[in-house]
C-alpha cells in the first residue's frame, strides 16, 4: 500500500533543492503509476490544466487551502515542474495532483479561480535589461 501521507503538506526544501532539484519521484511527489488516473488526462483535468499554465507562462500566485504554508508549497511545486528527473507528464500530473491535495481554489465551473489567481501572461519580466552597450552600438 501507497503511503500519501507524506503527500499531504508541502516539504521544506534547502535552497539548492528548490533550485536544482535532484530526487522528486517518490519524495516530493508520486510515482506516475501511483497518481489517480483522473490526472492522467492532464489536458482536462483543471488542476493539470493549471499546472501546465504555471510550467509554460508561469503563476504569480494562487490560492491553497490555509493551513497549507504557501511559500513551501511554491518551492515544493516549483522544484517539481523543474526537475529533470522525470517526463513532462509525469511532472504535470504530480503536481496537478498535490495542487488538489493542497486545495487549489476553483469555481463552480471547476476552473481554476482567476479572480484568486494572478497569471503572468507573457511569462517576460518588465523593464528593460541593464548592461553594457555593445560596441557597434556606441
Known amino acids: 500500500m501507497i503511503d500519501f501521507s507524506k503527500y499531504d503538506k ?24 501511483e497518481i489517480p488516473d483522473e ?24 490560492e491553497l487551502r490555509s493551513d497549507i504554508n504557501h511559500k513551501q508549497a511554491m518551492q515544493h511545486l516549483g522544484a517539481c515542474l523543474r526537475s529533470f528527473g522525470s517526463s513532462h507528464e509525469a511532472k504535470i500530473s504530480g503536481v496537478g495532483y498535490l495542487l488538489k ?23 517576460k519580466k518588465k523593464g528593460k535589461k541593464k548592461g553594457k552597450k555593445h560596441a557597434s552600438n556606441r
Open 10 to 33: 508541502p516539504q521544506e526544501l534547502t535552497a539548492l533543492d528548490a533550485i536544482m532539484p535532484t530526487n522528486v519521484v517518490g519524495v516530493l511527489m508520486p510515482h506516475l503509476d
Open 39 to 62: 490526472f492522467r488526462d492532464r489536458h482536462f483535468n483543471p488542476y493539470c490544466v493549471f499546472a501546465s499554465i504555471w510550467f509554460f507562462k508561469g503563476v504569480d500566485a494562487f
Open 101 to 123: 491535495c493542497w486545495g487549489l481554489v476553483l469555481t463552480d465551473d471547476g476552473e481554476p479561480d482567476v479572480k484568486k489567481t494572478k497569471h503572468n501572461k507573457t511569462g
